[in-house]
């Protein structure tokens, strides 16, 4: 029976690989067409030019959203099928097998114009101009012509190095720049999958784990062909979970410090750690910590953060006031709703409401996993990396109003490497598979949180029911 299953198993992989394969060669050629139309168009806006042909039209935004469906739901498939799977295999024989995948999304052109900011960026370093005081627009580049983002630069200053490091190649093409960060992104997407690899060494699922990871086609979308920087932070969260377990407290909060330079989310990290090391009575570790990050703030402030407008520009203020993809975006439709015929100032304060209320109870919810650690009694290192993954996912459910779909790319590192945790895994990959099943619909997109949070107020329930089935026995 079991030499049967492994058959019937192997056969119904081959299957699946076939059309994964199929699938995303047509997915490849849609976003090369999708890319061609959005070059035309900005090039035409650029020079001025109107009336130009929309390429980019819902109906082929909706045939790119069912590829991109149908790629993730094979996915699952291959997930559900292989759940069992306890086979071996070394990491060179895993680059082997999942090469054409990792290839095709590094080919691909990006889609979002993200990575063109990224490489502008680094332009306005190459130039002597600081782009944590200077807005993107004041600044004019070959790239130019394809920003949708006219501020000062969000990113962090180690962010800045490897923006100034693509925007050498610029000079012989832009595009030859773009693929330069491209490139950089697919190495720390293998990085990243490498270390996953090594951690897991005792575990039965190691193989298996790290192929899902490396060939998620969520993944490779959003940190490899769309390129964005989440993919380096997912690279610290990895190595700060690693140093955590391994109980190198000092290492993980420069790991910490590293991620906030490079973006801001591992900011909100960091506490929790500082947190768990007065817990621990660590002082000694607690003091070289504070000291490292007190130099740490020091140094930016005396060189490329010298103002606290230069600061500011990290929180990313032009999304201030906008939402998208978040329940946030939810409720605004809903009080803009034509036969609610809401005037515009009711509207404002109703959401205001919200918003407040939406904050306390991250606010709420991040302190109670703040002070965990001393009313856990067993809590450990292992609690503690579970923790990080999970602050974070409440933080883009309940506190994020603009939403982008990869930001929860960093969540499967965690659950990468806490595989045994079913309910953040579940909640995490309900999260990041959500965005693909909207199939680019906009009104589908304004759900794209609202699962996950209906998983953890599952959760939540459940809870309370077993509380109080157990008071009352």
């Not at 101009?129 to 012509?145: E, H, M, R, V, Y």
């Not at 962090?156 to 693929?179: H, V």
């Not at 506190?399 to 969540?411: D, E, K, R």
Request: aromatic share 14%; with cysteine.
């Amino acid at each position: 029976m079991l030499n049967t299953n492994n058959y019937q198993n192997d056969k119904n992989n081959k299957i699946l690989l076939v059309i994964a394969i199929i699938l995303s060669l047509i997915f490849f050629l849609e976003l090369a067409l999708r890319a061609y139309s959005f070059y035309i168009e900005a090039l035409a806006n650029s020079q001025g030019e109107r009336n130009v042909p929309d390429f980019s039209n819902s109906f082929v935004k909706l045939r790119i959203g069912i590829e991109y469906f149908g790629l993730n739901i094979i996915y699952i498939i291959w997930l559900v099928i292989n759940k069992q799977g306890q086979i071996y295999i070394n990491f060179t024989k895993i680059l082997k097998n999942t090469s054409f995948f990792l290839l095709i999304a590094f080919i691909s052109y990006p889609v979002t114009g993200d990575i063109n900011l990224y490489v502008h960026y680094g332009l306005m370093d190459l130039n002597k101009i600081n782009p944590f005081l200077n807005a993107a627009n004041t600044f004019t580049s070959s790239l130019s012509p394809f920003l949708a983002w006219k501020q000062t630069s969000t990113y962090g200053p180690i962010s800045q190095l490897f923006f100034m490091f693509s925007a050498y190649f610029t000079t012989i093409s832009p595009s030859l720049g773009i693929y330069v960060f491209k490139l950089l992104c697919l190495v720390f997407h293998i990085i990243n999958s490498y270390l996953i690899w090594q951690y897991l060494k005792i575990s039965p699922y190691r193989s298996n784990v790290t192929i899902a990871y490396i060939i998620s086609p969520f993944m490779l979308y959003e940190q490899v062909t769309n390129a964005h920087i989440d993919v380096f932070i997912s690279t610290v969260l990895i190595i700060l979970i690693i140093c955590l377990k391994k109980r190198s407290y000092i290492a993980a909060i420069i790991a910490g410090w590293i991620g906030f330079l490079i973006k801001t989310l591992p900011i909100i990290w960091l506490p929790l750690i500082f947190v768990y090391l007065i817990k621990q009575q660590r002082w000694k570790s607690l003091f070289i910590a504070l000291s490292v990050s007190v130099a740490i703030v020091i140094a930016a402030d005396l060189t490329v953060l010298p103002t606290v407008e230069s600061w500011e520009s990290l929180l990313n203020p032009g999304v201030k006031e906008r939402v998208i993809n978040s329940i946030y975006a939810l409720v605004t439709q809903v009080l803009s709703l034509k036969h609610l015929n809401l005037p515009i100032s009711l509207q404002k304060f109703v959401f205001s409401i919200f918003k407040t209320i939406m904050f306390s109870i991250f606010v709420v919810s991040y302190i109670i996993i703040l002070t965990k650690p001393y009313f856990k009694k067993n809590y450990d290192e292992t609690n503690l990396s579970l923790n990080l993954g999970w602050i974070t996912l409440i933080l883009f459910i309940l506190a994020t109003p603009w939403y982008c779909s990869w930001y929860s790319s960093v969540l499967l590192a965690v659950v990468a490497l806490n595989i045994h945790s079913k309910r953040f895994a579940i909640t995490s990959i309900i999260l990041c598979l959500t965005n693909p099943l909207t199939l680019n619909l906009p009104l589908l997109k304004l759900l794209t949180v609202v699962p996950a949070l209906v998983v953890i107020l599952f959760w939540f329930v459940r809870d309370i029911q077993t509380q109080k089935k157990s008071l009352t026995n």
